[in-house]
């Protein structure tokens, strides 16, 4: 059973800060990696996607994956109440057929404080 | 800029009936799917969709479950006698590119459906 593991929060950090979430993954042969913004009662939504070692910078936001430790991490510059939401980790899943399905993390809850 | 759509938003059954969830994948798109999110938790796969067949489906996918495109633009998800632990909040998404390279998949705003 393919597994994604996500320390589920709540993080707190004040505003302006950075916020660091993080993600471990069980199969080695992922090749996809997500992070989706989920406010409560609403629907993933894509922040961003990293395929490949190293770091991945859009805006504020920083993606991070290391496959050899099978981890990957999502990094907030200048963290704002906006950003208070889960963030779902999400790695592509494979059932037996094309390994894009999605396996999601439980989300870690994050919290910024004015 | 293209989005997915659902309906309903919320749906209410009683147990043993059957509903029908829409979706409208974004226009370009080729790969569907449906995933589910039972109240505090995780995010889970149920199907995915391509080519006018699926592609892939979970163990939650069983056969009281079933996906159709009627036509150019809906993908609908069947199930056909609702159960309680039916409950949840069902999301439809599409992806552009295939799985195999890296396609991103987009959600939509998800229909909450309740049976009693």
């Known amino acids: 059973q393919k597994e994604v593991e996500q320390n589920s929060g709540p993080l707190s950090v004040p505003e302006g800060a950075i916020a660091s979430l993080n993600c471990t993954y069980s199969d080695r042969g992922s090749q996809s990696f997500f992070w989706y913004r989920q406010y409560s009662g609403k629907s993933p939504e894509l922040i961003m996607f990293?395929?490949?070692?190293g770091d991945k910078e859009d805006g504020r936001f920083t993606a991070q994956l290391n496959k050899a430790s099978q981890y990957v991490s999502l990094l907030i510059r200048d963290s704002q109440p906006s950003d208070s939401a889960t963030y779902l980790c999400?790695?592509?899943?494979?059932?037996?057929?094309?390994?894009?399905?999605?396996?999601f993390g439980k989300g870690t809850k994050l919290s910024v404080k004015p | 800029e293209p989005e997915v759509t659902q309906t309903p938003s919320h749906q209410v059954t009683q147990m043993g009936q059957e509903v029908i969830l829409r979706c409208v994948p974004i226009s370009n798109h080729l790969y569907f799917y449906w995933y589910r999110q039972i109240l505090g938790q995780k995010v889970e796969f149920l199907v995915s969709f391509y080519n006018n067949e699926i592609s892939e489906k979970s163990e939650i996918f069983d056969d009281q479950f079933s996906v159709e495109r009627p036509d150019g633009s809906n993908f609908t998800l069947k199930i056909r006698s609702t159960k309680l632990e039916d409950s949840a909040m069902y999301f439809c998404?599409?992806?552009?590119?295939?799985?195999?390279?890296?396609?991103?998949?987009?959600f939509g705003p998800g229909t909450r459906l309740l049976v009693l």
């Open positions: 990293i395929y490949s070692n």
């Open positions: 999400a790695v592509n899943g494979d059932y037996g057929g094309s390994q894009g399905n999605l396996i």
């Open positions: 998404a599409s992806s552009e590119a295939s799985p195999n390279r890296f396609g991103t998949q987009y």
